[in-house]
Each structure stands twice: as C-alpha cells, then as structure tokens.
C-alpha cells in the first residue's frame, strides 16, 4: 500500500506483508528497496535482497522483476491467490487497529481499496474484514446507521480477523 507505513513512521512491513501487497498490486515500488535494506540488516541475505536494497526504486518493472526472487531469499512466498494476499493484509490491518495505530475509518479505506483491486473476488468479500466493505458509502453519504454503530461493526470485524488469523508477524 502506497501510505502504509506512513513513509515518516520509520516502520518497516515484514516481507511477509510485502508479498501480500506485490500479489495484489499494491505494493509500492518505491519503497520496496529502503525496507529490502532493512530486511537485510535484520538478518535476511541473498544476491536478489542485495540487489533490490541497491536499487532507487524509481524504476517500478526493475522492483518488481526482483522482489519475488528477494522474497524467496527471505523464505516468504508470494500469496497464490487474492483471498489468501488479503487474508495477510486484513490481519495486519486488525492488528493495527488492535494495538491503536488506526482509525475505523482508515482500515475501511484501505479494506476497500484492497477488495476492489481483487476484483471484487467472493473469497476476498468472505473474509472478516471484506464483510465491512459497503460501509463507507453509509458513512459517507450519511444515509444508513449511525457512525458509531459503523465504528462498531468495524471493531468488531477487526477482532474476527485477528481470532480468524494470517501469518502475519
């Protein structure tokens, strides 16, 4: 995801999550080799991880020709499908949430754009967090329930998905 972690927050996603957003499409290239960088000083190693953190991130295809290879390197696979890339994303999303370092609000946005680039897959939709999906048009145009009763349901599909679970460290 293009805003996630902030690009100030210094945080670095797992190459687990990593790999969840480059199967979705959603990985942002570049900064994918500043947190290669960070992966290899935290222990991973491999000629495609160096190559990747050696690279400016401007060029997007050259990011993405590496980083599967990289992330083999750090002995993470690439999701094979939408439903178990988002099942990753969601997770990390709840458990951000959990630990209140995001609003409902910015978990439903980024619930959304991760459905609608699946392609509005039912497996995506069936997961806890894909269930939310559809609220923001109730929260935005104020034709449904309550905000705080929105909020709720959020919280409450956060919690599923963490009970639910991913490998998500």
């Not at 942002?28 to 935290?42: C, K, N, Q, Y």
């Not at 401007?58 to 988002?86: F, G, H, I, K, W």
């Not at 559809?134 to 309550?146: A, N």
Request: proline share 7%; hydrophobic share 50%; net charge negative.
């Amino acid at each position: 995801m293009y805003d996630w972690p902030a690009p100030d927050s210094g945080e670095v996603p797992a190459p687990e999550l990593v790999a969840a957003w480059a199967a979705l499409g959603t990985a942002a290239p570049e900064r994918v080799p500043l947190w290669a960088a960070h992966w290899l000083v935290g222990g991973y190693d491999g000629e495609a991880l160096v190559a990747l953190a050696g690279l400016s991130g401007t060029d997007a295809q050259e990011v993405r020709d590496l980083l599967p290879a990289a992330l083999a390197e750090c002995a993470v696979a690439t999701p094979a499908s939408d439903a178990a890339a988002a099942r990753v994303a969601f997770t990390a999303l709840a458990r951000l949430h959990a630990d209140g370092r995001a609003s409902e609000r910015w978990v439903l946005d980024k619930v959304c754009r991760i459905v609608s680039v699946s392609g509005w897959d039912n497996a995506v939709l069936d997961l806890p967090l894909g269930r939310i999906v559809g609220l923001d048009d109730e929260w935005d145009e104020g034709w449904g329930r309550p905000v705080e009763q929105l909020v709720r349901e959020i919280q409450d599909a956060c919690t599923t998905q963490l009970a639910a679970g991913a490998e998500v460290p």
